[in-house]
């Protein structure tokens, strides 16, 4: 009974081990553990070669990578950065290339993190590694960027049509990747709050921001993230990004400017006509360029909403800066037509609807020939209605009075043939 | 203009006057009536001159019409399909212009050879209106209605023709003096007192262009092709017949002016019926009528 009871303890004892040690093993234990300072080969708990603990040496804060160019990127990675972003998942599911460990292509020193005894090292200075696979750190990140379209596919293959894409087409390593506008590892929702869109693309557009910042839309964007106003992705699109350079941007933009300017609902919080879009389509300029917008592909050579407006600078046609305010207007025709004089600017109704108020001639021209022309060729049809009726029925015999009509000019005694 | 006053005045009225002519009036009367060949009788309705300037004006306003209506009505499927075989709105814009040019000239030259025959010649144009117009044209639905058994008689151009005429005529001064706004709209704000002319211009350029285009549509394709088809403007020529049914009145002048000259008699008084004829039997003219009654008559 006695060695019955230490075979009991015997057992229990190894299976709170045996657990233990499974758990211990089979679990993801990157961020299971408190980042360690700094880690020394005691201190690792799970062997790396096994297990990927990643943290196990990238918890170190003074890991640097240096590159042959002598660039060098911090190797730390801390993951109280993550926040609440859903990021937080394996490194591997992005650091693709860097599941094996060693490392692919990686100094042997790394070895010496843990092994230094092997080295000869006394496992001081073991934070500086030398990267040879990769020419600099942004090798890596367009690297990794890749691993991006796993998850986000649509998103990714919207990018491929960017502008942003074209320019890394061209050769320049710099425009921008998924991470240079999302960010890392610390990756939350972009539009959070509303100013952070504008606050990205200043990143390296910080001129164009400057200018909207001062527009109309910027500072309602800037003064309580109004939710109303246009950031720089409303036009120029998030991932698919297309520059005024793009044929058909241009072409577009009427609708781009004319989807929120005709929503009454919208416009009216702010007592904005939704007219404009209408009397621009009516007008000389409205007419031809949507014209070249349904033949696609075409050089639009007319004013579209802001080449009057301005683009990055619109302002409120009150306000004394915009193009469009009185004063400046003659300077804004002269643009495109050299020798508008001063009445030129009157030639654009400002939007309106021609009424009496405003331009009663234009009105009464207007409202004269919608009444005229169809009370005219209504009159026609009337009269020649009456003349084919009589006629029809002269010809198939069914009015004898038709036959009055020639016996008529003989009784006027008119000579029948010259004498 | 005196024919309502005469009928009011008169019981009997007249259905003919006599007048003088001038000898001139008379050779080129005789001149238009001619014989073919084939020994029928015609007469010589326009000049090679007018037979062109219809062409020249179909050829342009067909052009305008079609590439400006194409450029209005852009988003339909017609106005779409003719930018597009014209290449883009900007070159139909430059064939439209071109025709213009065309139209433009052509009209200037109409308007020097009015004001050669009026100043040169002496040479009055029939095309004026006159009161008879109004009168022929109530006479004349009247008659389609059945009000009346007469017909009205006419002369060289009816009421119908010259309502065509003098609409054209609007129509060029309209669509010239708009168009040349919208071509030039920089220079003419700095001579025309205000910018708004140009948003004018450009509604009734569009406006008077719907109408011109259904006018011509009904009217003239109705007067000219459907009803019987006159193809006087194209060959010059009108058969006896259909000037006896169609300008009675010229007709009977061209006859009296040839008989004089075959005559020999001159100076020579003819006679020369009027346009209505009463509604009871007319009675035979006997009574000197004076010369100024017809003032708006037959004078070639």
Redesign the interface.
């Known amino acids: 009974m006695k060695q019955c009871r230490w075979f009991v303890f015997l057992f229990t004892g190894i299976s709170v081990l045996g657990l233990g040690l499974f758990s211990a093993v089979s679990a993801r234990p990157i961020f299971a553990q408190e980042p360690t300072p700094t880690p020394t080969p005691a201190q690792t708990t799970v062997n790396p070669h096994q297990t990927n603990d990643c943290l196990g040496c990238h918890s170190n804060p003074d890991m640097v990578g240096v590159f042959a160019n002598g660039e060098t990127m911090s190797l730390y990675y801390d993951p109280s950065q993550h926040g609440d972003s859903k990021h937080i998942q394996d490194c591997r599911d992005c650091h693709d290339a860097q599941k094996e460990y060693p490392h692919n292509g990686a100094e042997t020193k790394s070895c010496a993190v843990c092994h230094a005894e092997m080295f000869g090292g006394d496992g001081q200075n073991t934070s500086v590694f030398k990267i040879q696979t990769y020419q600099d750190q942004r090798a890596v990140n367009m690297e990794i960027n890749n691993s991006c379209q796993k998850c986000h596919e649509e998103n990714f293959t919207e990018t491929t049509d960017s502008e942003h894409t074209r320019i890394l087409a061209r050769g320049n390593r710099f425009a921008p990747i998924c991470m240079d506008c999302h960010g890392s590892h610390y990756i939350t929702s972009p539009n959070e709050p509303r100013t952070n869109v504008a606050e990205i693309c200043s990143k390296c557009h910080t001129s164009v921001y400057t200018t909207y910042e001062s527009s109309v839309h910027g500072a309602a964007l800037e003064a309580d993230s109004n939710p109303d106003v246009p950031t720089c992705n409303n036009c120029h699109g998030s991932h698919k990004v297309a520059g005024p350079t793009n044929e058909n941007f241009r072409a577009d933009s009427i609708t781009l400017c004319g989807n929120c300017h005709v929503d009454k609902e919208l416009m009216g919080k702010y007592g904005i006509s939704t007219n404009v879009f209408q009397t621009y389509l009516d007008d000389f300029h409205g007419r031809t360029v949507d014209f070249f917008r349904q033949s696609r592909g075409v050089n639009i050579t007319k004013a579209t909403c802001y080449d009057c407006h301005g683009i990055h600078n619109i302002q409120a046609p009150d306000n004394e800066l915009s193009s469009v305010y009185p004063a400046n207007l003659q300077e804004t025709c002269r643009q495109c037509h050299p020798d508008a004089g001063i009445t030129f600017p009157q030639a654009w109704l400002s939007h309106y609807s021609p009424t009496w108020d405003d331009t009663p001639l234009l009105y009464a021209v207007t409202t004269f020939y919608k009444i005229f022309v169809p009370v005219l060729i209504g009159g026609f049809l009337v009269y020649i209605a009456i003349d084919a009726r009589r006629r029809i029925a002269d010809k198939f015999g069914k009015r004898p009075v038709a036959a009055n009509k020639h016996t008529d000019t003989n009784k006027t005694g008119m000579p029948d043939e010259k004498a | 203009m005196k024919k309502p006053k005469a009928e009011k005045a008169m019981p009997k009225a007249p ?2 006057i006599k007048r003088y002519i001038h000898y001139r009036d008379a050779v080129d009367a005789a001149r238009r ?1 001619r014989v073919a060949p084939d020994g029928t009788k015609y007469v010589v309705r326009f000049s090679l001159g007018q037979r062109v300037e219809h062409f020249i004006l179909i050829f342009s306003f067909t052009t305008l019409a079609i590439t400006g209506l194409s ?1 209005s009505f ?2 339909s499927p017609f106005g ?1 399909l003719i ?2 075989i014209l290449g ?3 070159s139909t814009r430059q064939v439209h212009h071109a025709a213009a040019f065309v139209f433009g000239i052509q009209s200037l030259y109409h308007v020097a050879v009015f004001i050669d025959e009026a100043f040169v010649h002496r040479r009055i144009s029939q095309m004026f209106p006159a009161w008879s117009d109004i009168t022929d044209a109530v006479q ?2 009247k ?4 009000l009346t ?3 009205p ?1 006419f002369d060289r151009y009816n009421f119908e023709e010259k309502a065509e005429y003098w609409a054209l005529v609007w129509g060029t001064i309209a669509m010239g003096a708009t168009g040349i706004i ?1 071509w030039f ?3 003419l ?2 001579i ?9 211009g ?3 350029h569009r ?2 262009a ?2 011109a285009v ?2 011509i549509l ?2 003239h394709f ?1 007067h000219s092709v ?2 019987t088809l006159n193809l006087s403007i194209f060959n010059g020529n009108m058969s006896i017949e259909q000037m ?2 169609e300008h ?1 009145l010229e007709l ?1 002048y061209l ?2 002016a ?2 004089a000259i ?2 020999k008699l001159w100076p020579v008084e003819i ?1 020369i ?1 009027l346009g209505h ?1 009463p509604e009871e ?2 009675a ?2 006997e009574e000197e009528v004076p010369m100024k009654k017809n003032a708006e008559g037959s004078a070639q």
Do not use: C, D
């Open positions: 259905a003919a009536l450029q852009y988003t779409s930018l597009t883009g709105i900007e004349m639905v008659f389609n209605l059945g058994k007469h017909h008689r919208q709209p920089a220079q704000t700095e025309l007192p205000a910018g708004w002319i140009i948003p004018v450009r509604a009734l406006w008077e719907i109408l259904l006018a009904t009217w109705y459907l009803k006896e049914e009675p009977a006859q009296a040839a008989a075959h005559n006679e019926p004829v039997e007319p035979t003219v």
